[in-house]
DNA sequence: TTGACAGTTGAATATTTGTTCAACTATACT
DNA sequence: AGTATAGTTGAACAAATATTCAACTGTCAA
């Protein structure tokens, strides 16, 4: 046990042997800020909303639009966050834009943590 | 093909039938709500980190702060949100407090998108 | 080629959110 | 009792973000 060395912190380390166990098991920054970016994309209503819709086969920006009682503007801008973050991809179609999920990962999480919200429902 | 009757949305729809079936399939918006929260949790590098630290086991404040290089009070704020979101409890002894991941759904889903990550590291 | 419609885009606004700061509580130790 | 340390809290500030609005592109059909 003894005086903190960090720049920023504040604090003694209290637990000095956990501390650099826990520090070299844990996942490098970058990574961890990807994983952060990841959650991002899926932590607006509107956003989850869209992923659960394409969940059951592609749709254009109108019908999501309809769908969540949305202006296309405000789809289209999510649907532009959640293309950059790979979340979904595009067709385009004469006028039409058909967007669908990227891949499989992306029901597997919403399916997981969809089980975790109806647990903790009960 | 017909004209939208929502009260917010400025489109048409196109296609009707997906979206009535789509509709029936969706989760309703209180879950999706709750899913969108869930994800906002893990949606901060700051909480991320923690969550992957206590998934080595359970840690104190102080620990957390050294760690991450931060004071005491942003992780003690960060904290209480993980805790509201139930993600996390702890176990007072003492002067201090020991935090720990609330159950295995978390890794579960921490396990799930780390992959995602580090396969579009590739 | 003109009009209508699907969709996109950038700027502006409003809201949310993360960290800091200072004051606070609670426990332990002398 | 007095002091030091672990942790919490609320307000203030700064940064990030969601939606709106208006203008825009591209495609289709008359």
Redesign the pocket.
Known sequence: MGKCKCV?CD??I?HKENVSSVKNKMQDDETLLGMADFY?AL?????IKIINALDCGEL????I?SLLN????????????LKEMDLIK?R???????YSLADKHICEVFEISLQHILEKKK
């Open positions: 920023n604090c003694n209290i991002k932590s607006d209503s509107t956003r254009c920006v109108c019908d639009s949305m202006t296309k503007s405000a789809i289209s801008h999510q649907l532009q966050n595009c385009k179609c004469g006028k039409e834009v058909f």
